[in-house]
């Protein structure tokens, strides 16, 4: 039996490390990843082995040969373009067709029993059996599920936390029989998860997932390589490691010299011929390589220190990894999550800080405070994108170099020679920042139509309706005037979705931006009548027919913000009475707090009641979100005035579909239903509403969060548009906003959130879908659990915070409340809370 190890892979993520060498060839306890590899297939009787090769493929042939000295037999497949997991193994058919044969990863660290795997696959009379790992955090994995005799269920490629149902997912290891192969296109990119398997499940073909206990780690970041490295020293992963231990947990490889006056502290490594002098400390889960020079008073701990470098004098080495044939000089210090390059020379008294990346062959003089990543610069975070965009605090963690950086980043992700849209609320903050965005896009050879201080709305109408390819809104956070939100949209004017996100996050960390030569960098311009435009197509696609012989009057909010700029050109042309409050713009005050908004609510509230108008709407600061307020002055919740619209929408058009969130009340359904409408649930994410809206018979979409969609003008949540819209049903229906709220049946839906630790949300959706066997389960966004009585409980990670969200409705509170505990329980004992 043959096995194919694939290699092919650059390793991005992976950078500066893999700037100049394929990532199996990045070092663990001075070994290859993919030499481990070759040793656990020989430790397992696969000495016959394939290797795929694409990229810097010369460096794997020169280092591995024909594998004589592995006591192995190797032969490679090059391939000369990325043809895919599954492509780069039908490259190599040729050696493959007479018997089953193994695939993995040359990149990723394991001891999984490959034998006990094979023999799984061979009892079950499987055509593929896919090796699966329970692992903390799934997001960057693909989710399998099996049954509990091993068949496979369901593949889901890379979730969000809103579609992970389990922590079981694909290490990238295969048993395959041959006819396999068959099923893969010749030259093309094919992947085995995304392409192939999902095509074999659905033809009923034999798919089993066998859950392996032993290590796996996937080596594709460079907090998960240090965690190899740790892992490795500590005893978790088995490997070969080449050298003695000369106290326990101190490994020290054949010749290396290490003075007794040394102070070390293992776990640790210290590579064959390295020198470690009297008075330095190495400390625990450090790794030195071959050749290694560590002078006095020099201090290491939990770094990895590739072959051939010099440490000089009371340099100071903490959690950061340094590349082969680099120099760190006297009094040199390398914070946490730096990672330095090959060939670097870093000069004496340098400082580099936490998380900064020096490429190969670059020199930090002598002294040197470096922050940002040379010659690229990047920042180190979790998740760029949160549920409002790009957010933090002004001047502190979204600063003009920041702005910079993720413009071009952006840039770098377009065209030459396209367009973007940028606008801005008031705040001063906005208007500094977006200059900074739109000298780096200009820079990146993108055109800037700047609409300057606009609703987030008109931006986005602009975007839809213009040759802009995409646009960039900065508005300051709803209730912090610190902070900031830089939203991009794409070229529908609607938020990126997660897999433009996804790109866009790729290129903003590896650092490598687009700068355009001299003759290339863009123009700014500044379109004139852009509400005037919006003004007239919003009116023109809005039914406002009946608005102006029904002599209403309606109290309206601006809250200080951009809506005011559009309120008079669209007010003055409908024929209403229109009482404006707030309409000033507030460059000083450009949000409100909690506190702030419900005084002026209760001044909405008073002002509506007491001129007997007909409603009163609340913008907020960009115009995309409403609060509205009845005849009789009360607020209507966010949850009610989304049932309040719709019932008058669907009312009035008695038919079509409209576009919900898995988390609105079922009484949704009841009113669609009454009317003769049809409801298309969606996940939670904006983009995912806003694309159900753009969809074919579409009447209506909101969030419950106060915002809406309509449809007939624009697939994005528009504050304007629905008032607009709100006007005309009022006016031809003249039915008062309470009575129609009247007749709507009071929902039964309940809420909690249960924190959860990000290492155990996998945990916690596996747990639910075990707990739910039985039951009904939509997987649409989260897990939703389906009762024979009709009630129905919904979990769903948070994609930016550690917490679980749980909602439960039922026909009464008691047994809403009763289904909201019972799954709060599952979740807390999986989460450990």
Same mark, same amino acid.
């Given at each position: 039996?043959?096995?194919?190890?694939?290699?092919?892979?650059?390793?991005?993520?992976?950078?500066?490390?893999?700037?100049?060498?394929?990532?199996?060839?990045?070092?663990?306890?001075?070994?290859? !990843?993919?030499?481990?590899?070759?040793?656990?297939?020989?430790?397992?009787?696969?000495?016959?082995?394939?290797?795929?090769?694409?990229?810097?493929?010369?460096?794997?042939?020169?280092?591995?040969?024909?594998?004589?000295?592995?006591?192995?037999?190797?032969?490679?497949?090059?391939?000369?373009?990325?043809?895919?997991?599954?492509?780069?193994?039908?490259?190599?058919?040729?050696?493959?067709?007479?018997?089953?044969?193994?695939?993995?990863?040359?990149?990723?660290?394991?001891?999984?029993?490959?034998?006990?795997?094979?023999?799984?696959?061979?009892?079950?009379?499987?055509?593929?059996?896919?090796?699966?790992?329970?692992?903390?955090?799934?997001?960057?994995?693909?989710?399998?599920?099996?049954?509990?005799?091993?068949?496979?269920?369901?593949?889901?490629?890379?979730?969000?936390?809103?579609?992970?149902?389990?922590?079981?997912?694909?290490?990238? !290891?295969?048993?395959?029989?041959?006819?396999?192969?068959?099923?893969?296109?010749?030259? @093309?990119?094919?992947?085995?998860?995304?392409?192939?398997?999902?095509?074999?499940?659905?033809?009923?073909?034999?798919?089993?997932?066998?859950?392996?206990?032993?290590?796996?780690?996937?080596?594709?970041?460079?907090?998960?390589?240090?965690?190899?490295?740790?892992?490795?020293?500590?005893?978790?992963?088995?490997?070969?490691?080449?050298?003695?231990?000369?106290?326990?947990?101190?490994?020290?490889?054949?010749?290396?010299?290490?003075?007794?006056?040394?102070?070390?502290?293992?776990?640790?490594?210290?590579?064959?011929?390295?020198?470690?002098?009297?008075?330095?400390?190495?400390?625990?889960?450090?790794?030195?390589?071959?050749?290694?020079?560590?002078?006095?008073?020099?201090?290491?701990?939990?770094?990895?220190?590739?072959?051939?470098?010099?440490?000089?004098?009371?340099?100071?080495?903490?959690?950061?990894?340094?590349?082969?044939?680099?120099?760190?000089?006297?009094?040199?210090?390398?914070?946490?999550?730096?990672?330095?390059?090959?060939?670097?020379?870093?000069?004496?008294?340098?400082?580099?800080?936490?998380?900064?990346?020096?490429?190969?062959?670059?020199?930090?003089?002598?002294?040197?405070?470096?922050?940002?990543?040379? !010659?690229?610069?990047?920042?180190?975070?979790?998740?760029?994108?949160?549920?409002?965009?790009?957010?933090?605090?002004?001047?502190?963690?979204?600063?003009?170099?920041?702005?910079?950086?993720?413009?071009?980043?952006?840039?770098? =992700?377009?065209?030459?020679?396209?367009?973007?849209?940028?606008?801005?609320?008031?705040?001063?903050?906005?208007?500094?920042?977006?200059?900074?965005? /739109?000298?780096?896009?200009?820079?990146?050879?993108?055109?800037?139509?700047?609409?300057?201080?606009?609703?987030?709305?008109?931006?986005?109408?602009?975007?839809?309706? =213009?040759?802009?390819?995409?646009?960039?809104?900065?508005?300051?956070?709803?209730?912090?005037?610190?902070?900031?939100?830089?939203?991009? =949209?794409?070229?529908?004017?609607?938020?990126?979705?997660?897999?433009?996100?996804?790109?866009?996050?790729?290129?903003?960390?590896? @650092?490598?931006?687009?700068?355009?030569?001299?003759?290339?960098?863009?123009?700014?311009?500044?379109?004139?009548?852009?509400?005037?435009?919006?003004?007239?197509?919003?009116?023109?696609?809005?039914?406002?027919?009946?608005?102006?012989?029904?002599?209403?009057?309606?109290? /309206?909010?601006?809250?200080?913000?951009?809506?005011?700029?559009?309120?008079?050109?669209?007010?003055?042309?409908?024929?209403?009475?229109?009482?404006?409050?707030?309409?000033?713009?507030? +460059?000083?005050?450009?949000?409100?707090?909690?506190?702030?908004?419900?005084?002026?609510?209760?001044?909405?509230?008073?002002?509506?009641?007491?001129?007997?108008?007909?409603?009163?709407?609340?913008? +907020?600061? /960009?115009?995309?979100?409403?609060?509205?307020?009845?005849?009789?002055? @009360?607020?209507?919740?966010?949850?009610?005035?989304?049932?309040?619209?719709?019932?008058?929408?669907?009312?009035?058009?008695?038919?079509?579909?409209?576009?919900?969130?898995?988390?609105?009340?079922?009484?949704?359904?009841?009113?669609?239903?009454?009317?003769?409408?049809?409801?298309?649930?969606?996940?939670?994410?904006? +983009?995912?509403?806003?694309?159900?809206?753009?969809?074919?018979?579409?009447?209506?979409?909101?969030?419950?969060?106060?915002?809406?969609?309509?449809?007939?003008?624009?697939?994005?949540?528009?504050?304007?548009?629905?008032?607009?819209?709100?006007?005309?049903?009022?006016?031809?229906?003249?039915?008062?906003?309470?009575?129609?709220?009247?007749?709507?049946?009071?929902?039964?839906?309940?809420?909690?959130?249960?924190?959860?630790?990000?290492?155990?949300?996998?945990?916690?959706?596996?747990?639910?879908?075990?707990?739910?066997?039985?039951?009904?389960?939509? =997987?649409?966004?989260?897990?939703?659990?389906?009762?024979?009585?009709?009630?129905?409980?919904?979990?769903?990670?948070?994609?930016?915070?550690?917490?679980?969200?749980?909602?439960?409705?039922?026909?009464?509170?008691?047994?809403?409340?009763?289904?909201?505990?019972?799954?709060?329980? /599952?979740?807390?004992?999986?989460?450990?809370?």
């Amino acid at each position: 039996m043959k096995a194919v190890v694939m290699a092919g892979g650059e390793g991005t993520r992976l950078r500066p490390m893999t700037a100049n060498q394929p990532k199996p060839l990045l070092p663990v306890i001075n070994r290859p !990843i993919m030499e481990h590899v070759l040793r656990l297939l020989r430790r397992h009787g696969l000495t016959e082995t394939v290797i795929t090769v694409q990229f810097l493929a010369a460096l794997i042939r020169n280092y591995f040969g024909d594998g004589e000295e592995l006591g192995m037999s190797l032969y490679y497949a090059t391939e000369d373009m990325p043809l895919g997991t599954a492509g780069s193994v039908k490259n190599a058919a040729d050696k493959l067709r007479d018997d089953r044969f193994l695939v993995i990863s040359g990149d990723a660290l394991t001891d999984i029993d490959l034998t006990d795997m094979i023999r799984f696959h061979r009892d079950n009379g499987a055509l593929v059996t896919i090796g699966l790992k329970r692992v903390p955090n799934p997001l960057e994995f693909g989710i399998v599920i099996v049954d509990d005799h091993g068949k496979v269920q369901r593949f889901l490629e890379k979730p969000t936390w809103g579609q992970v149902f389990s922590d079981t997912v694909n290490t990238g !290891i295969y048993v395959m029989e041959p006819e396999v192969l068959d099923e893969v296109v010749t030259g @093309q990119a094919v992947d085995w998860s995304a392409d192939v398997f999902p095509r074999l499940l659905a033809g009923g073909a034999p798919l089993y997932g066998y859950v392996a206990e032993g290590y796996w780690e996937d080596v594709g970041t460079h907090e998960s390589y240090l965690k190899a490295q740790s892992d490795a020293l500590s005893g978790w992963v088995k490997l070969d490691i080449d050298a003695f231990e000369l106290s326990p947990g101190v490994w020290v490889a054949e010749g290396a010299s290490v003075d007794a006056d040394a102070v070390l502290k293992g776990p640790l490594y210290i590579g064959d011929y390295a020198k470690v002098e009297a008075g330095a400390e190495l400390r625990e889960y450090s790794v030195l390589g071959s050749n290694v020079v560590v002078r006095e008073g020099a201090f290491v701990h939990r770094a990895v220190v590739h072959d051939n470098v010099y440490i000089g004098p009371s340099a100071n080495l903490r959690g950061c990894v340094i590349g082969k044939n680099t120099d760190v000089m006297t009094g040199a210090r390398i914070e946490e999550s730096a990672v330095i390059g090959d060939e670097c020379i870093i000069e004496a008294e340098a400082y580099v800080s936490s998380g900064v990346k020096v490429y190969p062959f670059k020199t930090i003089e002598a002294g040197a405070v470096v922050n940002t990543s040379v !010659i690229w610069e990047s920042r180190g975070q979790r998740s760029l994108f949160g549920p409002r965009g790009v957010s933090g605090l002004v001047n502190v963690e979204i600063t003009p170099e920041l702005c910079v950086r993720l413009a071009s980043a952006y840039a770098t =992700t377009l065209k030459k020679g396209t367009s973007v849209i940028t606008s801005r609320d008031c705040s001063r903050a906005a208007r500094a920042l977006k200059r900074a965005v /739109v000298s780096a896009l200009n820079a990146g050879a993108i055109d800037v139509l700047d609409l300057e201080a606009t609703p987030l709305p008109v931006a986005r109408f602009h975007t839809g309706r =213009t040759a802009a390819v995409g646009g960039i809104a900065l508005r300051t956070t709803s209730g912090d005037p610190q902070s900031v939100d830089i939203v991009f =949209t794409d070229e529908q004017g609607a938020d990126l979705s997660l897999g433009a996100q996804r790109k866009l996050e790729r290129v903003f960390s590896r @650092q490598e931006f687009r700068r355009a030569f001299p003759g290339e960098i863009a123009e700014l311009t500044f379109p004139a009548r852009a509400v005037e435009d919006y003004a007239h197509e919003l009116l023109r696609c809005v039914d406002m027919n009946g608005v102006r012989g029904a002599e209403m009057k309606v109290v /309206v909010d601006c809250a200080g913000g951009t809506s005011s700029l559009v309120m008079p050109t669209l007010l003055g042309r409908v024929g209403v009475d229109v009482l404006t409050v707030n309409s000033r713009l507030d +460059d000083t005050s450009p949000t409100e707090t909690l506190a702030e908004r419900r005084r002026d609510l209760q001044r909405l509230s008073e002002l509506v009641s007491s001129s007997r108008a007909a409603f009163g709407v609340r913008f +907020d600061p /960009v115009g995309e979100r409403v609060a509205l307020v009845d005849e009789k002055g @009360q607020l209507i919740s966010e949850e009610r005035a989304l049932l309040v619209v719709l019932d008058l929408v669907a009312a009035e058009r008695g038919g079509g579909r409209v576009a919900l969130p898995v988390t609105t009340t079922r009484v949704a359904e009841q009113v669609c239903r009454f009317h003769g409408v049809q409801v298309h649930w969606t996940a939670t994410a904006l +983009d995912e509403l806003t694309t159900a809206a753009a969809g074919h018979d579409m009447i209506f979409a909101a969030d419950g969060k106060g915002g809406f969609v309509v449809p007939e003008f624009g697939p994005t949540v528009d504050g304007i548009a629905v008032f607009m819209r709100l006007l005309g049903l009022v006016a031809r229906t003249r039915l008062s906003l309470s009575r129609i709220d009247a007749r709507i049946p009071e929902a039964k839906l309940l809420r909690r959130t249960v924190p959860t630790p990000w290492a155990a949300k996998g945990a916690v959706m596996r747990s639910v879908i075990e707990a739910a066997e039985g039951y009904h389960i939509d =997987t649409t966004d989260g897990v939703r659990v389906v009762d024979g009585d009709g009630g129905w409980a919904l979990v769903l990670p948070d994609p930016s915070e550690a917490v679980t969200h749980l909602w439960a409705e039922a026909h009464d509170m008691d047994t809403a409340q009763s289904l909201l505990e019972h799954w709060a329980r /599952v979740v807390e004992r999986a989460a450990g809370t």
